[in-house]
């Protein structure tokens, strides 16, 4: 299955919507501890994205800071009506965004390459023999990479 460049996708209510023109560089699911409070579940699906590719079309979000497990400050945003985070990055930038891939309008493409901070994974979540898995922060994010564009296509299309 081909996915279609731009991606789209928004909040739960609607109020905040985003673009990203550009092929996320990787997707893994993360197991830690902030993102297991921040969704309320086990763990997050996190689209590595371009910080340059992304960009809200409408409304205005609104924005959380904290220190990531691995001591990094980090901060989020998010839709101040309903609450739902949209994406994270690093303070100072580095580039590279975390979108809840969740929060994609299409998400019947979305696939893994692996599983970062395992070492926090629930006792009941259980890996795939050919799963990759990181007990923490990857310092090489090269194979999570690999492997999603082993699994995923991507085709420009004209708007």
């Known amino acids: 299955m081909a996915v279609s460049i731009p991606i789209e996708g ?3 209510c609607g109020a905040l919507r985003y673009q990203l023109s550009a092929a996320p560089v990787g997707m893994y699911a993360c197991h830690c501890t902030n993102c297991q409070k921040q969704t309320g579940s086990a763990f997050v699906l996190s689209a590595a994205i371009i910080e340059a590719t992304f960009s809200f079309t409408e409304g205005e979000p609104s924005e959380t800071n904290w220190t ?3 001591g990094n ?3 989020g945003k998010f839709c101040g ?19 809840r891939a969740g929060t994609i309008d299409d ?3 979305i ?11 629930q006792p009941w979540i259980k890996f795939s ?9 990857p310092e090489d994010y090269g194979p999570l990479i690999q492997r999603f564009r082993e699994l995923v296509e991507f085709e420009e ?3």
């Open 10 to 12: 928004g909040c739960q």
């Open 68 to 70: 990531s497990d691995a």
């Open 73 to 75: 400050k980090r901060y």
């Open 81 to 99: 009506s309903c609450g739902n985070r949209i994406v994270n990055g690093a303070k100072p930038s580095i580039g590279i965004l975390s979108l």
């Open 107 to 109: 998400t019947s493409w």
């Open 111 to 121: 696939k893994p390459g692996g599983h970062i901070w395992t070492k926090s994974a």
């Open 129 to 137: 023999e050919d799963d990759l898995l990181f007990e923490g922060q």
């Open 157 to 159: 299309t004209s708007t």
